[in-house]
């Protein structure tokens, strides 16, 4: 079983940025993709960005290209997304995840076995 617990969140004006932290803990060896995932209020759970543990492969929704990028360090199980230029539309809790198994994408929700608890990220206009 794997734990993971997200760092980072907090309250920022638009164009601000924060960088958000993974760390995972447990049974990590067969899990294959890390991803960054978000939910506003009323809002379906959505993709952000992912990374391969082994290679470094990365995938980002359209919505954070050239702002947001992904990172990870194998050697401290940790995982991290730099958020730049931030915007009030980016507001929601922050969850990342882990998959034992390779997908046609790496953006479904479903296809992730373990989650964070989450960390609000909140962007004032």
């Known amino acids: 079983q794997v734990q993971l617990v997200e760092s980072g969140g907090g309250l920022v004006q638009a164009g601000a940025s924060l960088s958000l932290s993974c760390v995972a803990s447990g049974r990590t060896t067969n899990y294959v993709d890390m991803g960054w995932f978000r939910q506003a209020p009323g809002k379906e759970r959505a993709f952000v960005a992912a990374i391969r543990w082994t290679g470094g492969l990365t995938s980002y929704a359209d919505s954070v290209k050239g702002r947001f990028t992904i990172s990870r360090d194998n050697a401290k199980n940790t995982v991290s997304l730099q958020m730049n230029a931030l915007k009030p539309e980016d507001t929601a809790v922050y969850y990342c995840?882990?998959?034992?198994?390779?997908?046609?994408?790496?953006?479904?929700?479903?296809?992730?076995?373990?989650w964070g608890q989450g960390t609000q990220v909140t962007v004032s206009s």
């Open positions: 995840a882990m998959r034992r198994t390779t997908g046609r994408t790496m953006g479904v929700p479903a296809e992730y076995d373990s």
